[in-house]
């Protein structure tokens, strides 16, 4: 519930800064981003700048975390993905805008095992696995208003996600 209030609060301080309207040249979006990740639910936030007239390239942050209670021990593991963005917009300017691109960063995954009194970890063993990434997007912007877009994303490291984007 902690984490829905600060999304919605996130969302009541982006539009009230939002100020400009359709993609062109020099636009920037910023927004939140909720979907399937690495582990089921990941949040996280996208900035773009449209530095050419079909072309953007900016940011963009997910968080993932997942936790198993056991018998024996409790396992948590954490995904962080902080990646650079460049997505090719099909139609540009127009209220369905389709578009492809590439993401390439870095992954931060750790994992935490805490044994319950009594047990001891007989595995030995760390999956923690930060590395860097290349990854994809296919998706869509659907203009809302003039200063609020609709995004939705297929790729990698938002396995499928949805969000909110403001332009400034």
């Known amino acids: 519930m902690k ?10 301080v982006m539009a009230g800064m939002a100020s ?24 996280g936030g996208q900035f773009e700048y449209g530095f050419h007239e079909k072309i953007s390239g900016g940011a ?40 492809a691109g590439l993401v390439m960063g870095y992954d931060i995954v750790s994992f935490d095992e805490k044994y ?8 030995g063993y760390d999956a923690t696995a930060s590395s860097m990434f290349l990854g994809g997007a296919l998706g869509c912007n659907y203009d809302f208003s003039p200063t609020m877009v609709g995004t939705a994303r297929l790729g990698y490291p938002f396995y499928l996600a949805a969000g909110v984007s403001f332009k400034f």
């Open 3 to 12: 984490k829905l209030a600060v999304v919605l609060l996130l969302v009541a």
């Open 60 to 99: 963009i942050l997910g968080w993932s975390s997942e936790s198993y209670d056991y018998y024996w021990a409790e396992y948590t593991y954490t995904y962080i993905a902080i990646g650079a963005q460049a997505n090719y917009h099909f139609k540009p300017g127009e209220k369905f805008d389709p578009f």
């Open 20 to 43: 400009a309207a359709g993609y062109k040249m020099g636009q920037k979006y910023v927004g939140p981003l909720v979907g399937l990740g690495w582990h089921d639910l990941m949040l």
């Open 116 to 123: 319950k009194p009594g047990y001891t970890s007989w595995y």
